[in-house]
């Protein structure tokens, strides 16, 4: 299983956390930037996974990071193989 660790200080707005997550997940070009094509790839596209989320509250003190941490918890709970992990 692979291990991402992910820093939420990095995920500042709804910008921000895209071009973060693309990076850190190495999805391809064609990832659609939003919240439904976060969760379709986190659970048709990845290989089983560890999330490693560090910093959470930067993500979750506004309502666009809350709903990230939803879509990955969803994601998590729908998808054999994929781990949502705060440390």
């Given at each position: 299983?692979?291990?991402?660790?992910?820093?939420?200080?990095?995920?500042?707005?709804?910008?921000?956390?895209?071009?973060y997550l693309a990076q850190a997940l190495g999805f391809p070009s064609?990832?659609?930037r939003n919240l439904d094509?976060?969760?379709d790839l986190l659970?048709?596209?990845m290989e089983p996974t560890r999330l490693e989320l560090k910093h959470l509250p930067a993500l979750t003190a506004?309502?666009?990071?809350e709903k990230v941490?939803?879509?990955?918890q969803d994601?998590?709970?729908?998808?054999p193989g994929l781990e949502?992990?705060?440390v």
């Open positions: 299983m692979r291990c991402i660790r992910l820093d939420c200080a990095w995920m500042g707005d709804r910008e921000a956390v895209h071009d064609w990832y659609g094509a976060l969760y659970t048709g596209w506004y309502p666009y990071g941490l939803e879509t990955l994601a998590a709970a729908n998808t949502i992990i705060v």
